[in-house]
């Protein structure tokens, strides 16, 4: 028997003509390193979507799927394009402005992308590429920035305000299958080559629901949201999407991510919530701590991208900072699991080890562990496996081309469709994810798995380090075991012994675990999504370029 429903396709355009009618006073607000930000309203982001849509079909010749990249900072602006490009029917791909230029090229030709529309201050980047991106017919420049690098360029140049002046505020959005490409997503490349996730009007509908959800972000109109998280870091964890939806507004950090501007935008437009990488944290817990600001407004901070250390959630806990900790996957929209302790616990001892782990499934997730041997294993809290998911806004497979089958390798989805996360861990009975490791990052040490995440955190709970990470190296008699690289704060008088006694201290780190070899670096190299990037770190071991101490 068929439902009595309406079949009301789940649009992009659809949230943007809610949030731009009935939250149409709700601000976008883009720092501008100057005395005042830019704002603008959602209902003035809605008629200038609209106006950039008419631009891009009536001047550019953008048709139905066609691409159209950005390659922009967090603002209001790349905010109009997110709605206006998909609520045509064309499809978004945000470019991500830390690769480097090789694979950015790559990225572009693959997408085959026809028009960019980049920031004044990224067109340096932009600029000496163009001649190896053959399918880029059009440049649109918003913002201030030197044009002169453009000049003589091979797409034909356009700035974002004169293109879009005097254009119609409203756009006849078409009523598009809500299974079609909305956005495009390349997947940053940590452990391996970039590969194109390509997400639907549906798949970011319910996952824009789900960020919306008390369990989730829950957040309201009388929240102000400072996504520092870039909008080309899979969607900004969905948050422009997700605040059309209910009004909250938007902070928008543009090119000013250090701590010191991060620290006054918290000071001066006062926002309760935040979301950003674990690295863009410490940076400005060092800040808050060397100079205090009032940061009292922010009092939920999602962190996720990699695990959040403990030190730094009580570190934040301290400074009134709630930290909830989530995990995710440019496959997975992101949002795969949130933390919030379940109510039994709340206000006991237990509650900050359930906000330590990377959370629990929302209904929209469906969750299995995988044994080495391919068994299912338990929700025990104990057995330990790989993690595969599924679910509504889940990738089933990758881009490869229009006209190709997209691409199903055989270690990224399981032969019934499921998509491998790559990452090792454990589910509780009641449905918690701890994450021990990526599968990539685990040492193998005699038969045995360490975790590398571990022995991080019990390091960087050291008063004197700043960062550490720790990756595999080859051993002759175990195969591989821990390398320590540590990075130690300024001043600082530890050495890798008394490191070593505090890794054993209290049962922290058992016996076998702890590192023999150890080192001393000025920082850890981060991947272009602020991840430490232990590729590099295990390429700088190979090549004899670290000073290793063996104890
Ligand atoms: P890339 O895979 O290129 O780094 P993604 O941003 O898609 O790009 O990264 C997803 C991965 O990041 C996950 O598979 C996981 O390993 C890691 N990750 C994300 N959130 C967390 C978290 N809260 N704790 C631990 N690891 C995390």
């Known amino acids: ?76 602006e790349h905010t109009e394009a997110y709605f206006a490009i998909p609520s ?85 959005w078409p009523e598009l299958d809500e299974r079609r490409a909305a956005a495009m997503c390349y997947t940053s490349g940590t452990t391996g080559d970039p590969k194109g996730v390509v997400y639907s009007h549906r798949s970011i509908y319910l996952h824009s629901m789900q960020v919306n959800m008390a369990q989730s972000m829950g957040l309201t109109d009388q929240d102000t949201s400072l996504v520092v998280v870039p909008q080309f870091h899979v969607n900004a964890w969905g948050l422009p ?23 006054e935008m918290i000071e001066k437009e006062r926002p309760s919530h935040a979301a950003a990488v674990p690295t863009i ?77 990377q959370g629990r499934f929302p209904a929209g997730v469906e969750a299995r562990l995988t044994g080495p041997g391919g068994e299912r294993l338990p929700w025990d809290g104990e057995s330990a496996g790989e993690l595969e998911v599924r679910g509504p806004w889940i990738a089933g497979a990758y881009y490869n081309g229009p006209d190709a089958e997209p691409l199903r390798p055989a270690d990224k989805f399981s032969e019934d469709g499921w998509l491998k996360t790559g990452d090792v861990g454990i589910i509780s009975a009641d449905g918690f994810l701890t994450l021990t490791d990526r599968a990539k990052d685990v040492i193998k040490s005699g038969g045995e798995w360490i975790s590398s995440v571990e022995l991080e955190n019990a390091l960087m709970s050291h008063p004197d380090v700043a960062e550490a990470a720790v990756v595999a190296v080859p051993d002759d008699k175990w195969g ?17 012994e008394t490191l070593r006694t505090f890794l054993a201290e209290e049962g922290k780190i058992a016996k076998w675990q702890l590192p023999e070899r150890w080192t001393v670096i ?30």
């Not at 901070?301 to 009580?314: D, E, R």
């Not at 591989?480 to 890798?496: D, H, I, N, Q, Y």
Request: aromatic share 6%; glycine share 8%.
């Open 480 to 496: 591989e075991r821990p390398l320590a690289t540590v990075v130690l704060r300024e001043g600082s008088a530890a050495t890798f």
């Open 241 to 263: 999407h997700a605040t059309f939806m209910t009004g909250v507004n938007l902070l928008m950090p543009d090119r000013f991510l250090q701590p010191a501007p991060l620290a």
């Open 88 to 172: 045509m029917g064309a499809v978004l791909h945000t470019l991500n402005l830390r690769l480097p230029a090789e694979q950015l090229v790559w990225i572009v030709n693959h997408a085959a992308d026809g028009v960019v529309i980049v920031n004044g201050s990224l067109i340096p980047m932009i600029a000496p590429l163009l001649g190896k991106l053959p399918t880029v017919r059009h440049i649109v420049v918003s913002g201030p920035g030197d044009r002169a690098p453009l000049e003589g360029a091979t797409a034909a140049v356009h700035e974002y305000e004169d293109l879009i002046a005097g254009k119609p505020t409203t756009y006849d």
């Open 522 to 551: 000025e920082s850890v190299p981060k991947t272009s999504v602020g991840k430490f990037d232990k590729k590099v770190l295990r390429r700088r071991y190979a090549d004899g370029q670290l000073d290793v101490t063996n104890l």
């Open 281 to 357: 944290w410490q940076g400005l817990l060092g800040e808050l701590t060397a100079r205090p600001r009032d940061v009292s407004s922010l009092t939920q901070v999602t962190i996720g991208g990699s695990a959040c250390p403990p030190s730094l959630m009580a570190a934040f806990d301290k400074l009134g900072m709630r930290v909830c900790h989530a995990w995710g996957m440019t496959e997975t929209s992101p949002l795969g699991t949130v933390s919030r302790p379940p109510a039994h616990v709340v206000g006991t001892e237990q509650e900050f080890a359930y906000r330590l782990t």
């Open 1 to 76: 028997m068929l439902s009595t429903m309406q079949d009301v396709p789940l649009l992009i355009s659809r949230i943007l003509t809610h949030g731009s009618r009935v939250h149409g006073e709700s601000q976008v607000t883009t720092w501008t390193g100057e005395a005042e930000p830019h704002r603008r309203s959602f209902a003035e982001v809605g008629d200038r979507a609209a106006q950039l849509a008419h631009a891009l079909r009536d001047d550019l010749g953008v048709r139905d799927d066609d691409r159209v990249a950005t390659l922009m900072w967090n603002n209001a």
